[in-house]
């Protein structure tokens, strides 16, 4: 007599898995002070750019 491996089966919800967007939103909660911060740095970042471009293309 052969035995096969079973596998713990998960309990099934009928909850969908969470989006990408949720996920995210979740973890910028939980980071606080770095998400707002990284955040600003990409705000400052692109603004510098777009002026860049803006003053050299003139």
């Given amino acids: 007599m052969t035995q096969t491996p079973t596998t713990p089966e998960q309990p099934k919800t009928n909850e969908?898995?969470?989006?990408?967007?949720?996920?995210?939103?979740?973890?910028?909660?939980?980071k606080g002070g770095k998400s707002l911060f990284h955040f600003s740095i990409t705000t400052v970042g692109l603004l510098a750019f777009l002026v860049g471009i803006?003053?050299?293309?003139r």
């Fill in 54 to 57: 803006s003053y050299l293309t």
């Fill in 16 to 30: 969908p898995k969470p989006s990408f967007v949720k996920l995210a939103m979740r973890n910028m909660v939980r």
